[in-house]
């Protein structure tokens, strides 16, 4: 009776077990797909979150830098002066020796030509949509940052490049920046 | 009876886990493959791109080199210039550098003041200072990455030496991977 029993019983098992045993792999093979495509989706987030060294704005750091050196039209004495000087010329309101020139016109007109021959045209038809260059003195004696030149033209975009740069001055500091919007 | 069945059934388990062991090893495999094809896909770009982050840091370098940097001739040590006297000369001794830097190409431009006619003038020896480009190496066509540069030279103004400096752009080509 016992073996009977034991037989019976195991057919009944018999019967359950490929059904049971196909259920697990199926959920051991879609464990192994899941598993698989987190490993994928974390190595392609790691793939595309891989920091790019980025290099500072090293063109328009440069393009500041020389031009600040370009050797103007205000003469004096000394012969003529650099873009730097005449920045504080005519902060201090003085004129040019040669010709008594005025080297606020010589400034501002140095900085449009230059802009416009390094950058090219503003507007739909040129490389860019505008730019922005700003000149402000901060005085030793009062210490606020007073805005002495801001030279724009075209439109100011969220999509910029720009740098700055803090010169020395008879009386106090001058800091350049530069923006380009496309 | 029960003895073949039962082989059966270990010969249908043994089937199914070789079937299934395939299948695992051809999905691993093709996720594999898919991975590496994605990342070899990008290879080629990223070297180009390394090569062009190394072309910007050299012309953002290049006006310091001693071979070109105005050092304190004129004036202060200054940053971003290159001395157009000094390049008129490593233009004539040109083939002794030219592996140097290891770059396609090498060029210097005035932009400012525009030329009147507004042409490109190679400079030489006859006619330096009134010209607008120093092209210092030339191999082959290249990728070029360029940079803004103060040009200063002597000049000789009123019976004085005077310091000139204009705005100029510095261009180094570099190659691509192929």
């Known amino acids: 009776m016992k073996i009977k029993g034991l037989i019976k019983k195991a057919q009944k098992d018999r019967k359950w077990l490929p059904g049971k045993a ?17 490993i994928f989706i974390v190595l392609i987030s790691l793939y595309i979150k891989k920091p790019t060294e980025e290099l500072s704005d090293y063109e328009i750091d440069s393009f500041i830098q020389s031009a600040l050196q370009y050797t103007t039209t205000c003469e004096d004495a000394s012969g003529n002066q650099t873009l730097q000087k005449v ?7 003085e ?18 030509n230059m802009i416009k021959e390094s950058w090219g045209n503003v507007g739909t038809e040129g490389q860019i949509r ?21 030279i724009k033209n075209g439109v100011a975009t ?5 740098s700055g740069q803090t010169l020395p001055y008879s009386r106090g500091n001058i800091y350049v920046s530069f923006y380009v919007y496309y | 009876m029960v003895k073949t069945r039962k082989f059966k059934r270990g010969q249908m388990k043994i089937q199914q886990m070789s079937f299934m ?9 093709l996720v594999g493959m898919i991975v590496l094809s994605f ?9 180009t791109t390394l090569k062009e982050q190394n072309a910007k840091l050299l012309v953002s370098r290049m006006a310091s080199s001693p071979e070109l940097w105005c050092g304190e001739v004129y004036g202060r040590e200054k940053t971003d210039c290159i001395d157009l006297d000094k390049a008129m000369a490593l233009k004539a001794n040109i083939r002794e550098y030219s592996e140097f830097w290891k770059i396609s190409s090498l060029e210097i431009q005035k932009i400012y003041p525009k030329a009147i006619p507004n042409k490109i003038t190679e400079c030489t020896v006859a006619n330096y200072p009134n010209c607008n480009m120093i092209t210092l190496i030339n191999k082959k066509d290249s990728y070029d990455v360029s940079n803004y540069v103060a040009l200063c030279r002597k000049e000789v103004y009123n019976n004085k030496v005077v310091n000139t400096c204009e705005l100029g752009k510095i261009t180094v080509g570099y190659e691509g991977v192929e």
């Open chain 1, 22 to 38: 196909g259920q697990e792999e199926m959920v051991g093979f879609g464990l192994i797909i899941v598993i698989v495509a987190i």
């Open chain 1, 87 to 93: 920045i504080g010329k005519c902060q201090d309101n």
């Open chain 1, 95 to 112: 004129l040019c020796a040669y010709r008594n020139m005025n080297p606020c016109i010589i400034l501002n007109a140095t900085i449009k």
């Open chain 1, 130 to 150: 505008g730019y922005n260059f700003i000149i402000n003195v901060t005085e030793r004696t009062s210490e606020e940052e007073i805005q002495f030149l801001n």
């Open chain 1, 158 to 162: 969220n999509e910029y490049r720009g």
């Open chain 2, 21 to 29: 062991l395939i299948a695992v090893f051809l999905f691993f495999a």
């Open chain 2, 39 to 47: 990342m070899l896909g990008n290879i080629r770009e990223s070297a």
